[in-house]
């Protein structure tokens, strides 16, 4: 797929490089036209100095032909010895002067003039011819075509040695100039790149006015998912905490029951546990809910006291769990409440999916890393992978499938990274999560 960046740089550089090509072939032509007319005006000059003096002098020319001859063609060697290339013509020039009956009065290099040229220009395989009258006397005048194809040559060479270097050139800067006019669609899509699965807050504006219709289409688009996920959140937390009501009155008509039928305590024990189970799912939704639409983060306050707190309920509550904690205050700017029911939901997974009889050790480091290590078998790195996904739970398992979940996504909106790990290092199985939060 062909970037935009890509085909601006194609599109640009392949016309410059036509322009400059049909620049330079215009030029081309030019220059050998001028070339041309500039040849013609010489030849032309050339027999209209000789055939003056010719007519003037008709018969002693032809008494002394070579004594006139050398007098006309150091007259017109004369005239021009300030130019150059005209000079260099007039040096390999030839002519042939006439009389009406045809007889030569003087010529040079006539062996490779046409007896009879029409009048005017006219050229032959190797020389171009001017042919003129007057006075009763005929005048041919030639000069190489070489001449004229090293002149053109030369120009030309002139002309695309600098274009050789400036093609290339222009292509680098048009290269440049793509990817620096591209630079606020980069910074656009960097914007939109780094931000989290949660970040739904509005892009700043684009720094060009070609992308503000894309930047305002983006933040409305993330307008409505924000809407969208509050609603689907408020309605997950509404539904969760209308549940807790009913399910703890019929916990205790449950409890009323067992007692005024002593013989349906078994299936009142069932009704009971289903219950329960049922009040700790729809907890743990609303713990989600707050998880993904509370706030996260704040001031820093010291990330032990919110532990002590969880470890103290978890114990009240027969489990047993081994905590270890800094001299130091430990700094973090995840809210405490988040933090506490991060912290909730890795013990309690770590003591119902851990080995019996084995306590869940907890450790707090003074670089604010949360260890949570628990005995148990060792998982291969496909269910360690799917860890923290929602509802994944092992086989076996009573649980629902929302603890890693809410820990994953505390993690993911704070700012902290999350890893597990199985077996942890120094043991040789259970499973062990780690938790960097945020200074």
Known sequence: MRSIQGRLMLIVGLGATLFWLAAAGLTADRLSREVRTLFDDDLRATAERILPLAAQGAKPWRKDREVEEGEVERRDHDDDHDDDTRGDLRGRTIYRVTDSGGVVLASKGTAVLPPA??????????????????????ITVAA???????LVQALMLRLVLPLA????????????????????????????????????????????????????????????????????????????????????????????????????A??????????????????????????????????ASDMRTALRIVVQDATRAGGEVRLALPDAPVLSVTLPDALGIL???????????????????VALSADGVLRVV????????????????????????????????????????????????????????GLEVRVTLPR
């Open 117 to 138: 040229p029409p009048k005017g220009f006219s050229d032959t395989e190797t020389h171009r011819l001017y042919t003129a009258s007057g006075a009763g006397l005929t």
């Open 144 to 150: 190489p075509l070489t001449g004229r194809a090293a």
């Open 343 to 361: 912290a909730r939901n890795l013990i309690e997974n770590a003591l119902r999916h851990g080995a019996a009889g084995v306590p869940v050790d």
């Open 266 to 299: 078994p299936r009142v024990d069932e009704i009971e546990a289903t219950l329960k189970r049922l009040m700790r799912t729809s907890e743990k939704l609303m713990q989600l809910a707050r998880a993904e639409g509370g706030r996260i983060t704040g001031e």
């Open 165 to 264: 270097v400036l093609l290339p050139l222009s292509l680098l800067g048009i290269a440049w100039a793509v990817r620096r006019g591209l630079r606020p669609l980069r910074d656009l899509r960097a914007a939109v790149g780094l931000r989290g699965v949660q970040d739904l807050s509005p892009l700043a504006p684009a720094g060009a006015a070609e992308l503000q219709p894309i930047t305002q289409a983006l933040n409305g688009l993330f307008t409505r998912l924000d809407a969208g996920f509050q609603a689907e959140r408020a309605f997950a937390s509404h539904a969760a905490h209308e549940l807790r009501t009913p399910v703890a009155g019929a916990i205790a008509q449950l409890q009323r029951l067992r007692a005024e039928l002593p013989g349906a």
């Open 374 to 429: 628990n005995a148990g078998p060792v998982l291969d790195v496909k269910t360690l992978a799917r860890l923290g996904q929602r509802f994944e739970k092992g086989e076996d398992s009573q649980g629902m499938g929302l603890g890693l979940a809410i820990v994953s996504t505390i993690a993911e909106r704070s700012g902290a990274d999350l890893r597990f790990l199985s077996p942890p290092e120094g043991r040789p199985d």
